[in-house]
């Protein structure tokens, strides 16, 4: 983590307002033309504050309530971390979070978040592309998902310790998903480091999908050839499927997906097939049908 450049909150803030009046549309997505700096978002979207970032959190390895995680999670050690990949892959190999950041070009992110509960944020994240971090190690024809597993560590993650999920928390991208340019892996906020609670030292981040496919504080990473089977599914298959991209149609059996509360706003706004991100990834699903594959 020493030699990681990134920029200060202040230049930062600056540097968005700029963007914001030259504002880089969604639609210009390919991999050529993403700059070290891109918002994901569009001018009706205000970054959420900083505060509300950190402090309103879903990590069920510290507690189910929102603030639990801020309370709790400064017992995670993350220093030092490793990451181990391997699975169906040419070269499997286990980095320690300073070979990561040599391995990969920081640059950052702005993205709308929204969680399955009906409530969404909009965050500027530092990281890299998943695609161009897969890639170094080589994987399989025959490797047809990726699975993610979170640290398992009970007497640092007191959630561990209650049986709510069966640990450690596992989530899982069919490969053209991981493969994908909008497919990112964050290290930071705002230009700082991840904090534990939003799932230091890394976690995943695909838009399009809701919340929960975000896995945080991430160990270990595999190629598959069969479909991972997911910490939510898992517990309740009936209420969570595999996909589970953002989709205004098709209601959670506890919450509708109509519309969604933007953290820091009064009115609900309307939720955006894929969250927005439709143009992008419109034919990673062209064949599926959307109302059985949630
Ligand atoms: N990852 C792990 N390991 N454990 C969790 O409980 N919660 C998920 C996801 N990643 C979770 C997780 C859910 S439900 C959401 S909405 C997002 O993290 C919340 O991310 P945030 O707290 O940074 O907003």
Avoid at 160 to 173: F, T
Avoid at 231 to 249: H, L
Wanted: glycine share 6%; aromatic share 14%; proline share 5%.
């Amino acid at each position: 983590m020493s030699d990681l450049k990134i920029t200060p909150k202040s230049i930062y803030l600056k540097r968005r307002s700029f963007i914001k009046n030259s504002f880089l549309g969604i639609s210009s997505l390919s991999l050529s033309k993403f700059a070290q700096f891109s918002s994901f978002a569009s001018q009706n979207d205000k970054p959420t504050s900083y505060e509300a970032i950190t402090s309103y959190n879903n990590f069920y390895e510290f507690g189910t309530s929102k603030s639990d995680p801020k309370k709790n999670a400064f017992r995670l050690t993350t220093h030092p971390w490793s990451v181990e990949v391997g699975g169906l892959c040419r070269s499997p190999k286990t980095l320690d979070m300073d070979d990561i950041f040599k391995l990969n070009k920081i640059e950052e992110r702005v993205y709308r978040f929204r969680c399955v509960e009906g409530w969404s944020m909009v965050i500027p994240w530092t990281g890299f592309s998943l695609r161009d971090f897969l890639l170094h190690f080589e994987p399989d024809d025959n490797a047809r998902y990726v699975k993610f597993e979170t640290l398992y560590r009970p007497e640092e993650m007191i959630g561990q310790k209650s049986n709510i999920l069966d640990w450690p928390y596992v989530e899982g991208l069919r490969m053209d998903e991981a493969m994908h340019p909008l497919s990112f892996l964050s290290t930071g906020i705002y230009g700082e480091s991840l904090l534990n609670q939003n799932g230091a030292p890394l976690r995943l981040v695909t838009p399009w999908k809701y919340g929960f496919k975000s896995i945080k504080s991430i160990v270990k990473i595999s190629f598959e050839r069969d479909m991972p089977l997911t910490s939510w599914v898992k517990s309740n298959p009936k209420e969570y499927g595999f996909y589970s991209n953002v989709n205004p149609d098709v209601d959670h059996p506890r919450w509708s997906q109509k519309t969604e509360r933007r953290i820091g706003e009064w009115l609900r706004r309307k939720t955006l097939m894929y969250n927005g991100y439709g143009e992008e990834v419109n034919d990673l699903y062209k064949n599926m049908d959307l109302k059985k594959w949630f």
